[in-house]
């Protein structure tokens, strides 16, 4: 079973930064700079932790993951965009 994730960062290095960003978007959609809307599979879920834990410098970084549920149920319901909303990138294959 899927579960709609939101995922946030803090990163204070620029090239971690970077790091960052790549490595979250083959997971899933950017929604603004730094925050990312992520649909995975619990493996899907250990392996993005695994990635972005290898990057994330803990005592000067900060990651935020937050489970909204089924992206079918309240998963899809629970973000609001006011304002200019971004279009979804295509979704491409996650190999894990």
């Given at each position: 079973m899927r579960s709609r994730y939101?995922?946030?960062?803090?990163?204070?290095?620029?090239?971690?930064?970077?790091r960052m960003f790549k490595a979250l978007r083959g997971f899933g959609d950017a929604l603004q700079y730094s925050v990312?809307?992520?649909?995975?599979?619990?493996?899907?879920?250990?392996a993005l932790e695994g990635e972005i834990g290898d990057i994330l410098k803990a005592d000067e970084d900060q990651i935020l993951i937050?489970?909204?549920?089924?992206?079918?149920?309240?998963?899809?319901?629970?973000?609001?965009?006011?304002?200019?909303?971004?279009?979804?990138?295509?979704?491409?294959?996650v190999v894990v």
């Amino acid at each position: 079973m899927r579960s709609r994730y939101l995922v946030t960062y803090d990163v204070r290095n620029p090239k971690r930064l970077r790091r960052m960003f790549k490595a979250l978007r083959g997971f899933g959609d950017a929604l603004q700079y730094s925050v990312f809307q992520c649909d995975l599979s619990e493996r899907e879920r250990i392996a993005l932790e695994g990635e972005i834990g290898d990057i994330l410098k803990a005592d000067e970084d900060q990651i935020l993951i937050i489970d909204l549920g089924p992206p079918q149920g309240r998963g899809s319901a629970c973000i609001r965009v006011m304002g200019c909303q971004r279009p979804p990138e295509e979704a491409g294959a996650v190999v894990v």
